[in-house]
């Protein structure tokens, strides 16, 4: 079965520094997006992206966070100046339609750590 | 506002038995629900939804029913099995036509021999 991966499942990082979190979607899945879970809490949209640009984004998604597809296979998520209450699970997700509940696939996740 | 939330933190269960999880919901619009589990190390993984023409909604070993009167759903899962202990989440779209998922704080199921 077709899955969404990412990659690293685990990044540790000083606070102010820049990470990038890479997500490889579904092959042909033209919807992605980007979700966090802060330890103990609730699953959080940030972004959502279609044909290059952004759809929808979360109040969390301020200027410190972008989006990118880089090439024809890759989806990323760049926060460009990491602070302490950024650490969390950050999950991609991609659908062939936009669409939600069956329809979304989300990755393992990368857990980001901001020391 | 809107505000998707579950009525119990964590759920034990003995192997075999029935587990019902349940959530409740705020906005009297809401018209699509979706349940998901997630395992340890994993994302969420789509488990069955319900849109609000429909009170009640089978799959295999699991069934959702939805009381909108209460604006209450739940989870049913038959002969619970090891492999469903999992943190199980109730989520709705946040408005229509969006991209936005909400997401309940979860109820993490406990399954003992």
């Known amino acids: 079965e077709p899955e969404v991966t990412q990659t690293p499942s685990h990044q540790v990082t000083q606070m102010g520094q820049e990470v990038i979190l890479r997500c490889v979607p579904i092959s042909n899945h033209l919807y992605f997006y980007w979700y966090r879970q802060i330890l103990g809490q609730k699953v959080e949209f940030l972004v959502s992206f279609y044909n290059n640009e952004i759809s929808e984004k979360s109040e969390i998604f301020d200027d410190q966070f972008s989006v990118e597809r880089p090439d024809g296979s890759n989806f990323t998520l760049k926060i460009r100046s990491t602070k302490l209450e950024d650490s969390a699970m950050y999950f991609c997700?991609?659908?062939?339609?936009?669409?939600?509940?069956?329809?979304?696939?989300f990755g393992s996740g990368t857990q980001l750590s901001v020391l | 506002g809107e505000s998707v939330g579950l009525h119990l933190p964590t759920l034990s269960v003995q192997e075999g038995d029935n587990s019902i999880i349940n959530c409740a919901y705020s906005?009297?619009?809401?018209?699509?629900f979706i349940w998901y589990k997630q395992e340890s190390g994993k994302g969420p993984q789509f488990i069955i939804d319900?849109?609000?023409?429909?009170d009640k909604r089978q799959g295999q070993r699991v069934t959702v029913l939805l009381n909108k009167t209460v604006k209450h759903l739940s989870l049913q899962i038959a002969a619970t099995q090891p492999g469903d202990s999992a943190v199980y989440f109730c989520a709705e779209p946040a408005l229509y036509n969006t991209d936005k998922l909400i997401f309940g704080t979860g109820t993490r199921l406990q399954v003992f021999p």
């Open positions: 319900i849109r609000s023409n429909m």
């Open positions: 906005n009297s619009a809401s018209d699509y």
């Open positions: 997700a991609s659908s062939e339609f936009r669409g939600l509940g069956e329809k979304l696939f």
